[in-house]
């Protein structure tokens, strides 16, 4: 039967199928899945000591500009959001400002990174779950274990409406930020073992040091998923102002957080103490020791716990943020149609999501039987490939942003899309030519297997944008069709934007 002839109930529900829900989430709904994708407990239990130890004392001066740089970007890039509303927010902004080759390009890359990144939590959820769950109750169960549950209850979460994620991610994440802000107050009132120093926000401690460029490498990295904010935009409460809010509460908020609480570490060990710690072999357990000594035994063992939650909340709005760019990508006929169904009953993308789990489940499993390391075998060189590969697809759409503003203006003014995007855009390319040519500290690894390792990203890359010429040229109708699902405010322009099948 054609939707034509359809009865009105089969239409409707048809085209449920074939899109999101839209006003679900709130401003602090998407807030919550950006923040929780950055992970907080987990960059200052980790990012923030491994930054002391290979950057030295200005971590926290190198990660508040960071913030800067993502802030400019992010200025452009909701402006965006008010003409441009897509599920593959990446895929569509590039699209439009620069081509649809160029855009394929990018979603070949973001997705990959997305999926590369999904599964690293999984194996992180799984190591840590492992040794937590041991050290503290006694439960001895292998860390596959472990990864399979997360796996269920990500894929149970995935398929229900995704305000209900939003609401556990809610949970997690003010636990997170409530045993942090312990250790602050406790580290303040007791003072610390130096004198106060603003010494890590210095022009030397932060630009000038001998290994700054890993400051940058793990302050670009502390920021993952920011720009998930333009993915929920079709499911937002009115999107023109809930995502650009969304996007630049989350960013100053994490700034200051991160900056804040790399500095406490600073004041609980002191200056010179931080570096003799973090270079020590006890680093991996500092900052939950720190904790204990100065907050008390159950501050410590809350941290424990919070550090599988974290993960566990990280991997959820990473998973959701993923499961939109498949949808829309379905959606598009660029992956298989039936990915861009959602369910008729909750409108969330549910095969998509369906289908992410079954990916992360087949890998876990692989790793489970060839016994690989949940941490070293599995989840640090996933991580190390997905955050290349997703801060080049935030470099190039920083790019595009300036590019679709320079011809059109659409009423912004001159800082808001030009200035300030392209001031983002030299950040981002900076950041990721540090992270390349600095691979061996993300990965922890030595030798050929980095440079096999940063291969997808040029490879997916070129490989979109071939297709997307070939595209061009041999299926014009479709190829101009591409995009056009995207709902867009300005009618004026959409039907010469469009019929120009760029």
């Known amino acids: 039967m054609t939707t034509a002839s359809a009865p009105p109930e089969e239409t409707r529900q048809s085209a449920r199928q074939g899109s999101l829900a839209s006003g679900r989430l709130g401003t602090w709904d998407i807030v919550f899945f950006v923040i929780s994708a950055a992970a907080p407990l987990t960059v200052i239990l980790s990012g923030a000591v491994t930054s002391f130890r290979m950057g030295g004392i200005g971590a926290p001066g ?10 400019f970007f992010a200025l452009g890039f909701t402006a965006m959001s008010k003409s441009v509303r897509n599920a593959g927010a990446f895929y569509a902004y590039v699209s439009r400002g620069i081509g649809k080759p160029f855009g394929l390009g990018v979603s070949s890359v973001t997705v990959f990174a997305y999926i590369s990144l999904v599964i690293s939590f999984y194996g992180f959820i799984g190591f840590f779950a492992q040794f937590t769950f041991l050290e503290l109750f006694g439960l001895d169960l292998p860390w596959g274990v472990w990864s399979l549950l997360a796996v269920a209850i990500v894929a149970f979460l995935g398929y229900r409406k995704v305000d209900v994620g939003a609401k556990v991610l809610a949970v997690l994440l003010t636990l997170e930020v409530a045993i ?3 250790l602050a107050v406790a580290a303040l009132a007791d003072g610390g073992p130096e004198p106060w120093s603003l010494a890590s926000f210095s022009i030397d401690n932060v630009f000038l040091a001998p290994a700054a460029g890993t400051l940058f490498i793990i302050g670009f990295g502390a920021y993952l998923g920011f720009e998930s904010t333009a993915i929920y935009t079709e499911e937002a409460k009115r999107p023109e102002r809930t995502i650009p809010r969304a996007t630049i509460i989350a960013i100053a908020f994490l700034g200051l957080f991160y900056a804040f609480t790399f500095w406490i570490l600073t004041v609980a060990f002191g200056v010179d103490g931080v570096i003799e710690m ?31 939650t974290s993960f566990f909340a990280c991997v959820l709005a990473f998973h959701n943020a993923c499961t939109r760019y498949l949808f829309s990508l379905g959606r ?15 409108q969330s993308p549910a095969v998509a999501s369906l289908t992410l789990s079954a990916i992360c489940a087949v890998v876990v499993v692989i790793a489970i039987l060839v016994q690989a390391d949940p941490f070293l075998g599995l989840a640090l ?4 490939t997905g955050v290349q590969g997703l801060v080049f697809a935030q470099a190039f759409t920083a790019i595009a942003v300036v590019w679709y503003f320079a011809r059109d203006r659409r009423g ?6 030009i200035v300030a995007p392209a001031l983002g855009a030299l950040g981002l390319i900076a950041g990721y030519i540090l992270i390349v040519t600095n691979f061996e500290v993300v ?5 050929p297997i ?24 041999r299926k014009p109708e479709y190829y101009a069709g591409l995009t056009q699902t995207i709902p867009v405010q300005d009618a004026e322009e959409e039907p010469a934007r469009l019929g120009s099948g760029n």
């Open 412 to 417: 912004f003014s001159v800082w808001r899309v």
């Open 450 to 473: 980095n440079q096999l390792l940063l291969l997808p990203t040029p490879g997916l890359f070129i490989g979109g944008l071939v297709v997307g010429l070939v595209l061009k040229a």
């Open 278 to 308: 973090a270079r020590s072999d006890a680093f991996e357990t500092m900052v939950i020791e720190g904790t204990g000594r100065l907050a008390g035994a159950w501050a410590a063992f809350a941290m424990k716990i919070l550090i599988v």
């Open 180 to 182: 942090l802000l312990v």
């Open 62 to 71: 190198a990660i508040l500009f960071c913030a800067v740089v993502l802030i």
């Open 381 to 384: 060189w996933t991580y190390a």
């Open 332 to 346: 598009e006929g660029l992956l298989p149609r039936v990915l861009g169904r959602s369910s008729a009953r909750s």
């Open 443 to 447: 990965t922890g690894l030595e030798g």
